[in-house]
């Protein structure tokens, strides 16, 4: 089995930065994307930013220059710096990846069990 867990979460000032980390562990022979996604109350949830083992990167328009993702291989951790927070951005982050298990050709995705984001003055 394989478990992401989000940390970084917590309540900060519209102007202010976070950083998510998600740190994969488990049963994994290989990890391909690993990216966040946000789901604010009484909408879908949405992807904010991914980042594939070669290190290409994507961003929701809503982010781009603002929030950065990146990834450390050898510790199979993913993580997103957030800055100039806005009260959009309120909602739970979600962390996801795409891994393949020892022994299995499949790519299963995975997902963290969320971290709240609250950006409030």
């Known amino acids: 089995q394989v478990q992401l867990v989000e940390s970084g979460g917590g309540l900060v000032q519209p102007g202010g930065s976070l950083r998510l980390s998600c740190g994969a562990s488990?049963?994994?022979?290989?990890?391909?994307?690993m990216g966040w996604y946000r789901q604010a109350p009484g909408k879908e949830r949405e992807l904010v930013a991914q980042?594939?083992?070669?290190?290409?990167?994507d961003y929701a328009d809503s982010v781009k220059g603002r929030f950065t993702i990146s990834r450390d291989n050898a510790k199979n951790t993913v993580y997103l710096q957030m800055n100039s927070l806005k009260p959009e951005d309120t909602a739970v982050y979600y962390c996801?990846?795409?891994?393949?298990?020892?022994?299995?050709?499949?790519?299963?995705?995975?997902w963290g069990q969320g971290t709240q984001v609250t950006v409030s003055s």
């Open positions: 996801n990846a795409e891994i393949r298990h020892y022994y299995d050709i499949n790519w299963v995705q995975y």
């Open positions: 488990g049963s994994i022979f290989r990890i391909n994307t």
């Open positions: 980042v594939t083992s070669g290190g290409a990167t």
